[in-house]
Every structure is written in structure tokens, then in C-alpha cells.
């Protein structure tokens, strides 16, 4: 009787398969603006701290007059009201925030659906925003750019920018880590982020019978090619 056996190429073959990024449509970049209490931020979404998946977040940089990342998923868009900066992130220029996703329970990470930032004050300036945004992925430290955001200060006393993609199709899968690079908007530089929402749910790891068709699809891919040559 003949064995078979998965050979290297075969079984690199099955996990690129695995570990493929999704298909998606170009992504969506919108912005809205609003006057104080237009938008309503979530308190329920991937990264607030009042839920499960949320696993930490950290700040390198300065910040100007805000009272630090830990605002910018809270859940509450004003802590005292809009003229206040209280509970926002006013970052200084190449400043980071990254937000860790809780790994411990949902091992394969998250899929990313969209990601929406907030910006306010009733002066209705440093409401711009401006930062380059990146993920990394469950098993490795890199980190992969997403997209780049820039929306010029003054266009209102709220704005918010959704990050979608087109087809409603994931972003990213397998995240574990979302990272923030912050940079200046003329005049005043320095803008006051408010509340950062990321939507999304936990990957799902394949079972093995899966698994399994997906071996035998590759490996008969792989005979195929072999009686060919």
C-alpha cells in the first residue's frame, strides 16, 4: 500500500492557504463632521476597556493638554463636556498609541470590520486628524500599514473618520495589536482625540476535518502537477 506523505512544499503550500489576507475591495476612508453631540461612540466595540477583548494600550510621545491614551477608549466621547479636554489625547508630532487585543481566550486573533476615530471641541479647532495606522497579526511583532489618515483642522466642532472596507469585508485578520502614529495639522498642531471605536469579531480557527479537505485539495494540486512533468 502507498503512504502519503505531506511534503515541505506541500505543507507551505497549506498554510499560505491559511494565513492568506482576505480578499477585499479598496478601502473607504470617510469623514463626517457634526457640532457638539452629533456622534455617538460605542462602548462596546473591540478595544473599550470595559470588554473582554480589550487586552492594554500604551503611549509613547507627548501629550500636549490631554490626560492620556486611556481616553481614547473609555466609552465617553466628553468626560466634562466640549470645551474641556479632560479624557482626550492631544499627541504631539510622530507620537504612538498601540492597543494589544486580548489573545488569551480568542487565540486566532480578531477580524477587523472598521476602525472610527473622533475628534471634538466647541471651539471648533484642533478637530483635525492626521496619524498613519498599522496592524501586526497573532505569531508575529511586525507591524503591517493599513492605511494613512489626513483631515484638515476647522471643517467642524466634531469629526469622525470610519475606516470600512467596500464590500463590508474585514480589513485584517488574525489581529492582535492596532498602532497609532500621530502627526501634526497646521495651524495649531496638536489635535484633540476624543474616543477611538474598532468593530470587528474573533477569528475562527478551521476544524480539523477542514483542515483535512484542505490537505487533500493541495496534496491532489501537488500529484496533479507531478504526472504533468
Known amino acids: ?27 473607504d476612508v470617510s469623514t463626517t463632521t457634526g457640532t457638539s453631540g452629533t456622534f455617538a461612540v460605542s462602548a462596546t466595540d ?16 507627548t501629550d500636549s493638554f490631554g490626560t492620556g491614551v486611556a481616553g481614547l477608549n473609555d466609552g465617553i466621547m466628553y468626560v466634562v463636556n466640549d470645551g474641556d479636554t479632560t479624557g482626550s489625547l492631544t499627541p504631539t508630532e510622530g507620537s504612538v ?51 494613512s489618515v489626513s483631515v484638515a483642522d476647522g471643517t467642524g466642532q466634531e469629526v469622525r473618520v470610519t475606516i470600512s472596507d467596500t464590500l463590508a469585508l474585514p480589513l485584517a485578520t488574525g489581529v492582535d495589536a492596532l498602532r497609532f502614529t500621530f ?23 478551521p476544524e480539523p476535518a477542514s483542515l483535512g479537505l484542505l490537505a487533500i485539495g493541495v496534496g491532489t494540486m501537488f500529484l496533479g502537477r507531478r504526472r504533468r512533468a
Not at 480578531?110 to 501586526?136: K, M, N, P
Not at 502627526?183 to 480557527?205: K, L, M, T, W
Open 97 to 147: 498609541a498601540i492597543f494589544n487585543l486580548d489573545t488569551s481566550t480568542n487565540i486566532a486573533g480578531y477580524d477587523i470590520t472598521s476602525i472610527v476615530t473622533y475628534t471634538a471641541l466647541s471651539a471648533g479647532v484642533r478637530v483635525g486628524q492626521s496619524y498613519d495606522l498599522e496592524y501586526s497579526v497573532v505569531g508575529s511583532a511586525a507591524f503591517l500599514a493599513l492605511t
Open 183 to 205: 502627526h501634526d495639522v497646521a495651524p495649531f498642531n496638536e489635535q484633540v482625540y476624543r474616543e477611538f471605536d474598532v468593530v470587528g469579531s474573533a477569528s475562527v480557527i
Open 1 to 27: 500500500m502507498n503512504s502519503f506523505r505531506i511534503s515541505a512544499a506541500m505543507m507551505a503550500a497549506i498554510v499560505m492557504v491559511l494565513t492568506a489576507a482576505p480578499a477585499k475591495a479598496a478601502l
Open 46 to 61: 473591540l478595544i473599550d476597556q470595559s470588554q473582554a477583548t480589550f487586552g492594554s494600550s500604551s503611549f509613547t510621545g
